[in-house]
C-alpha cells in the first residue's frame, strides 16, 4: 500500500472495518504498533535472533499496519513484512534506536484451524474466553517473533492510542513447523552409555513468545500439523489468556530459564490439548547438574485460577512447578490439571507450593522420580486418576520436612497398598521429615469447595480413552466414556 496521510488511514480502516464487520461478522485488522521496552522480570535473551522478544529499555519501534479486508471463505489472516527494513525491525530492536516498519495485515471472520468452536468451560478453575468472541481480530503467524509482533500492535487502537492492557480480544493461529530443529536438539541432547551427549543446547537463547499485562482476551492456537522450537510466557499480569494445539518440543535455553509453559504472575489463564516433550536425561556436564531441559510448564508468582487439561506430556524429566521457591506462595494459587497423559516423565507433576491444585482424570504412564509433589501447606484434591509404572506417585520430597502439604485421594485406580504389584507402583523411602503416599491414605481433607461443575470418569476410562483425545490434532475431543 502507498504512503497515506495518518488522516486517510484512518478513514480507509474505518470504512474497511465497517464492511468487514457487516459482511464477516468478524472483528478488523491490525493497527498502529510500537514494541515498548520490557520489565527486568522478563525471560533473559542472549542473541540478537531473539531480541524482539524482549527489547531494550530505551527502544521502541514502531510500525504502520495496512489492513485490508477478506471474505467469509477465507480461512486465516496473515502477517508479513512489507519491507525489508520491517524484517530487521521484527527480529531485532537496538538499545537506543527506533525503526518504522510497515506490515501488511489481513483479517478474517473465521478461525482457522483444529477443529471447532470455543468450549465454553475449561472443567476447572480458568473460565477465560481468550480471543474466542466475536470482536476479536484474528490473525495469523508462522513464527514466535511475528506472533510478538501481532501483540505489539494490538496495544493500539484504530486510532493509534496506546492501550497498554491491549485494545481488542486477539486469537492468533501459529502455523508455522520447526520439526527439524527440533529433532536436532532431541539428538544433541540424547545420552550415551556414559551419559555424554553430542552437543547440548542449555546456554542456547530462549526463544519465546511473551504475553505481558494483556488482558483484553488472547488465544495462541497452533494450525494442525504445526511445531514450535519455542515457549510462552504469560506475565505482567495478563489475564483470560487460552493457548491450545501447539505442539512445543525440546527447548534450547535451559541455563536461560527456557520453559515451554511458564506462567509467571498471569491468571484466569488455560493451557489445553497441547503436547509438551524434550528428553529425559540428564547429559554429563549440565548446570546445576539439572539443566539439560527445563520445565513443561511452570506456574508460579501471582498467578491464579488456572487451567492444565488435555495435554500430553512426555519424554520430560521435569514436568512443572506451582511455586519457584519455599516462599513462591502469594496466599495460594488456585489450579486444575485434568485429563493430562504424562508418559515417560521424571518428576514434579506438579511440584506444589502452598495453595489448591485439583488433580482429576489424568494417566500417569512412566514416572521415574517422583509425582505429585505437595509442599509448604498447599492441598492437593487427587481423583480419579490412572497410576503405572510409577515410582512415588504422591509424595512430599525435597522439603526437608519444613512444611509438607497435604493430599486428599479420592477413587483413584489404585485404592490401597494391596493395589501396588498391580500397577507397579513403587516407593523409596523418604528423607527425614519427608512423607510418601506408601500407606494410601488421605493426609488431609481438601478444604475449599470447588466453584465448577464436573463429572470425573472412572480411572478405567481415563487409561482406556485418554491417549486418544489428549494433544494436539484432536480436534478438541473430550473423553467420551459411553
Not at 31 to 58: D, F, H
Not at 344 to 361: E, F, T
Request: net charge negative; hydrophobic share 30%.
Amino acid at each position: 500500500m502507498q504512503q497515506l496521510s495518518h488522516g486517510l488511514k484512518a478513514t480507509l480502516l474505518t470504512s474497511i472495518l465497517s464492511v468487514a464487520l457487516t459482511a464477516c461478522g468478524g472483528g478488523g485488522g491490525g493497527s498502529s504498533s510500537e514494541t515498548t521496552s520490557t520489565a527486568s522480570s522478563s525471560p533473559s535473551q542472549t542473541s540478537a535472533s531473539s531480541a524482539a522478544n524482549s527489547t531494550a529499555a530505551t527502544s521502541s519501534s514502531k510500525a504502520s499496519s495496512s489492513v485490508s479486508s477478506t471474505n467469509a471463505s477465507a480461512t486465516s489472516s496473515s502477517v508479513t513484512s512489507s519491507t525489508a527494513a520491517s524484517s530487521a525491525a521484527t527480529s531485532s530492536t537496538a538499545a537506543t534506536s527506533s525503526s518504522k516498519a510497515s506490515s501488511s495485515v489481513s483479517s478474517t471472520a473465521a478461525s482457522s484451524v483444529a477443529g471447532g468452536a470455543a468450549a465454553t468451560t475449561s472443567g476447572g478453575f480458568s473460565t477465560a474466553t481468550g480471543g474466542n468472541v466475536t470482536s476479536a481480530r484474528k490473525f495469523t503467524a508462522a513464527s514466535h517473533t511475528e506472533i510478538n509482533t501481532i501483540i505489539a500492535n494490538a496495544r493500539y487502537d484504530d486510532a493509534g492510542t496506546k492501550v497498554a492492557t491491549g485494545a481488542y480480544p486477539l486469537h492468533i493461529t501459529y502455523t508455522g513447523n520447526e520439526d527439524a530443529l527440533i529433532a536436532q536438539i532431541v539428538a544433541d541432547s540424547t545420552i550415551d552409555a556414559n551419559h555424554d551427549c553430542p552437543a547440548p543446547h542449555w546456554d542456547d537463547a530462549y526463544r519465546y513468545v511473551e504475553v505481558k499485562n494483556y488482558t483484553a482476551g488472547i488465544t495462541i492456537e497452533g494450525a494442525n500439523g504445526s511445531s514450535a522450537n519455542f515457549g510462552i510466557v504469560i506475565n505482567g499480569g495478563s489475564n483470560n489468556v487460552i493457548v491450545r494445539n501447539m505442539k512445543i518440543g525440546a527447548l534450547g535455553g535451559a541455563s536461560n530459564d527456557a520453559d515451554m509453559f511458564r506462567i509467571d504472575g498471569g491468571s484466569n489463564v488455560w493451557i489445553d490439548h497441547n503436547e509438551m516433550f524434550a528428553v529425559n536425561n540428564e547429559c554429563n556436564g549440565s548446570p546445576d547438574g539439572d539443566l539439560t531441559f527445563e520445565s513443561a510448564i511452570d506456574i508460579k508468582k501471582a498467578s491464579h485460577n488456572i487451567t492444565v487439561s488435555y495435554n500430553y506430556i512426555h519424554d520430560s524429566k521435569k514436568v512443572g512447578l506451582d511455586g519457584s521457591s519455599s516462599s513462591d506462595i502469594d496466599g495460594g494459587r488456585e489450579i486444575s490439571y485434568h485429563h493430562n497423559y504424562y508418559k515417560n516423565v521424571n518428576a514434579r507433576l506438579p511440584l506444589q507450593r502452598g495453595g489448591w491444585i485439583h488433580v482429576y482424570n489424568n494417566l500417569y504412564d512412566g514416572i521415574s522420580d517422583s509425582g505429585i509433589n505437595t509442599r509448604q501447606a498447599g492441598y492437593a484434591l487427587i481423583e480419579s486418576n490412572y497410576f503405572q509404572n510409577a515410582k512415588n506417585p504422591v509424595v512430599c520430597f525435597y522439603d526437608g520436612g519444613s512444611n509438607c502439604g497435604f493430599w486428599d485421594l479420592r477413587n483413584n485406580n489404585i485404592t490401597s497398598t494391596a493395589d501396588f504389584t498391580t500397577y507397579n507402583i513403587t516407593w523409596s523411602t523418604p528423607s527425614s521429615g519427608d512423607k510418601s503416599a506408601s500407606n494410601w491414605t488421605t493426609t488431609g481433607a481438601f478444604p475449599i469447595t470447588l466453584p465448577y461443575t464436573y463429572t470425573p470418569h472412572t480411572p478405567a476410562c481415563v487409561k482406556a480413552n485418554l491417549p486418544s483425545v489428549a494433544g494436539v490434532g484432536k480436534a478438541y475431543a473430550t473423553l467420551s466414556c459411553n
